[in-house]
């Protein structure tokens, strides 16, 4: 409480000297931020004046963030040179409808907003950012934006938009960042994944950021001759990268997306421009075949980080010509399930900059013992063979990388052989030292010549002639 009441007084402080300063009405600020009937109750905004040069306009940064304000706790007229306003967290049920010229930013994140309509951006129509995130917006009229001519940045993400109106964004004409994510019905709007995203909605040529996370969209159209720079289609429902993509693109994120495997069918119709690849977090995911990035020259980070299923990586995923990647630095395996490399890309592995092989079950065998002449930290370890296993690829030597001259079933039947062979040999013993008649009599049937022959015992005829 004391010091609230002394950050209170600084505050009084600091603006009186703003009035002496600039001779502006400062209670008007006073009375917007610490209302009359909100004094002192957690309903009062933090306003701040932002560090600028004494030459520089005056700019007011005003925080009603977490302060269970609704919307008719707010009156619409603003102070003068308010630059970035903070509503987020409150309990507001509609975007309120302000007023002022010098406003730049408008939060909103984190409300309980459920739809948009026209008309309440009448007067803010300098924004140049607008963060609508995090509530519960289902429907968009669609001449809300239409005063909006400066806005940069629009934030529609976390929302539960599921249709989007016919050219909504049509008025957002220097419109550079989008952020439609995380809206999980999206894919219910007619057209989003067939037809030209940008004609269908009106969204400005310019943009150069797009992000789309879980829509649920099985694909999307794009025209190929925009600059857009980023695209972000991570947990959607795609099994292959969209047919058309504009060619400028530079960082694509396609992660917990449906593929089976990466292929050079797949980025085919990547552009070479493309420096940023994240494929993580695939549930499906289980090769990387020949030739995948063989086209993507440009190429400076590749991600398959948490792929679990992954467990094939071609040693031609480059194709055959591995110095046509000057500016790769950064491949990321952690988490995937890849036990081995092909030594083929080790020239592409010496000029890593960061190469992580975190929780990958390495086969430490003659395979890959190339693998430590790689001068890098890649908190790699050995999963197989046993001998080795958990050990950091750092401390195992490379005479310790060694494969079985022959494969196991090899092993196996040389041993059970000479077990028969043993055998053999012990019966042959054993019957050698044998007396030469004990085995013959037990073939012998009772003959003549036997022992046991049959003796027939007559009568002593003589003793009877006696
Ligand atoms: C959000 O608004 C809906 C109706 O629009 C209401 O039922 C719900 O209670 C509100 N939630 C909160 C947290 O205020
Ligand atoms: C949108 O995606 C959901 C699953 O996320 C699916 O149930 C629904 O059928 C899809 N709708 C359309 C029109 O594609
Ligand atoms: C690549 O683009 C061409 C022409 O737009 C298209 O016919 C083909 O299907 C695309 N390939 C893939 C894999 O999307
Ligand atoms: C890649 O996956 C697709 C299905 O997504 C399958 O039709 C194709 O045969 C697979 N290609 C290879 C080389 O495994
Ligand atoms: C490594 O790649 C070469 C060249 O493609 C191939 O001939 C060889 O069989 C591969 N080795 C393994 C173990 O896959």
């Given at each position: 409480m004391i010091c609230r009441q002394l950050y209170f007084v600084i505050l009084t402080l600091a603006l009186t000297r703003c009035v002496i300063a600039e001779g502006i009405d400062e209670f008007e600020l006073e009375r917007f931020c610490y209302p009359e009937q909100h004094k002192n109750t957690r309903k009062s905004c933090e306003c701040s004046n932002e560090d600028s040069p004494p030459w520089g306009i005056r700019s007011i940064n005003i925080d009603c963030s977490y302060k269970m304000m609704k919307t008719n706790d707010f009156s619409e007229v603003l102070p003068l040179y308010v630059n970035t306003l903070d509503l987020s967290w409150n309990k507001m049920d509609e975007v309120p409808t302000l007023a002022s010229d010098s406003l730049r930013v408008l939060n909103v994140m984190h409300n309980n907003i459920t739809a948009l309509t026209n008309k309440k951006f009448v007067k803010v129509s300098n924004l140049r950012e607008l963060y609508l995130g995090w509530n519960s917006i289902q429907s968009i009229e669609l001449s809300t934006f239409d005063e909006l001519a400066q806005v940069q940045v629009l934030d529609l993400s976390h929302n539960n938009v599921h249709t989007l109106g016919l050219q909504l964004f049509r008025s957002l004409i220097i419109l550079e960042t989008l952020d439609l994510s995380w809206n999980r019905l999206l894919n219910q709007t007619e057209g989003i994944q067939d037809q030209d995203f940008y004609r269908t909605f009106g969204v400005n040529t310019k943009l150069k950021t797009l992000r789309m996370q879980a829509c649920s969209l099985r694909d999307l159209v794009l025209p190929e001759k925009v600059p857009l720079i980023k695209l972000d289609l991570r947990r959607n429902l795609l099994e292959k990268i969209p047919t058309k993509l504009p060619i400028t693109l530079e960082i694509l994120d396609i992660s917990a997306n449906l593929f089976q495997n990466i292929s050079s069918v797949i980025t085919a119709?990547?552009?070479?421009?493309?420096s940023e690849l994240l494929v993580e977090d695939m549930p499906r995911l289980q090769s990387v075949e020949e030739k995948a990035f063989e086209t993507l020259i440009g190429l400076k980070k590749i991600s398959f980080q948490n792929s679990r299923r992954l467990t094939k990586f071609s040693g031609n995923a480059f194709g055959s010509?591995?110095?046509?990647?000057?500016?790769?630095r950064t491949l990321i395996f952690r988490g995937t399930s890849i036990g081995s490399f092909n030594s083929t890309l080790e020239p592409i592995f010496k000029q890593l900059t960061e190469l992580d092989f975190n929780g990958v079950p390495l086969i430490c065998d003659c395979e890959l013992v190339w693998i430590k002449d790689i001068q890098l930290e890649t908190n790699g370890r050995c999963y197989n063979p046993s001998q080795l296993r958990g050990e950091p690829l750092t401390s195992v030597d490379k005479s310790e990388f060694s494969c079985p001259q022959w494969p196991h079933w090899v092993g196996g039947l040389f041993i059970f052989g000479l077990i028969l062979l043993c055998t053999v040999g012990i019966c042959a013993v054993v019957m050698c030292l044998r007396p030469n008649r004990g085995g013959v009599i037990l073939r012998r049937h009772v003959g003549s010549g036997s022992p046991y022959a049959r003796v027939t015992i007559e009568p002593n005829r003589q003793e009877n002639y006696y």
């Open positions: 119709n990547l552009s070479s421009t493309m010509d591995v110095g046509r990647f000057p500016v790769l």
